[in-house]
């Protein structure tokens, strides 16, 4: 697949600044209970920022969704497969799923899928940094500072830089 930079016609927010403003909407909605789940990779980005952001005392846990996807046999593997850890009982648990788009829903879907092969939560919430419309399922987020409106030929990328600094970029397909 080629994709190349393109430039928006908008500019692109700060990702460490959606952080905070995503933390501070989650903060008042905080149980004594809850617990994050970030899905490789960067809603485990995010989830990291919101975990110290919030001072949450539990640990956090991390999803990897490749052999959950609706799509695997088409895909394949991603080159990038890592380990899920979920080091505490979801069983009856508050999760807040955490990513950095939510875009057609399916790796909400496959995360959800997954988590439940661990056990029934009493509540799963989702926090993105970016919505970017355009669903196939019936998913939506209950956290979200941003909302974006793109053609389904572009990608909205989030990226650590090596000073651990969060940045968007947007890739369009040729």
């Known amino acids: 697949m080629n994709t190349h930079k393109t430039p928006l016609p908008v500019d692109l927010p700060d990702a460490d600044a959606l952080c905070v403003e995503l933390a501070e909407l989650i903060r008042p909605c905080l149980q004594p209970e809850t617990v994050l789940v970030g899905i490789h990779s960067g809603g485990v980005w995010v989830a990291q920022r919101l975990h110290a952001l919030l001072a949450l005392p539990s640990e956090l846990g991390l999803i ?84 974006i409106d793109l053609a389904p030929s572009f990608e909205l990328v989030l990226s650590a830089a090596d000073s651990g600094r969060l940045q968007w970029s947007v890739d369009e397909h040729a």
Do not use: M
């Open 64 to 147: 990897d969704v490749s052999f959950y996807r609706d799509d695997y046999g088409a895909r394949g593997l991603h080159a990038k497969v890592r380990p899920s850890s979920i080091p505490f009982d979801v069983e009856g648990r508050r999760l807040i799923l955490v990513d950095d788009v939510l875009y057609t829903g399916r790796t909400t879907r496959a995360a959800i899928n997954e988590l439940f092969d661990y056990g029934r939560p009493e509540r799963i919430q989702l926090a993105v940094l970016a919505d970017r419309g355009n669903r196939q399922l019936p998913i939506c987020a209950d956290f979200c500072p941003w909302r």
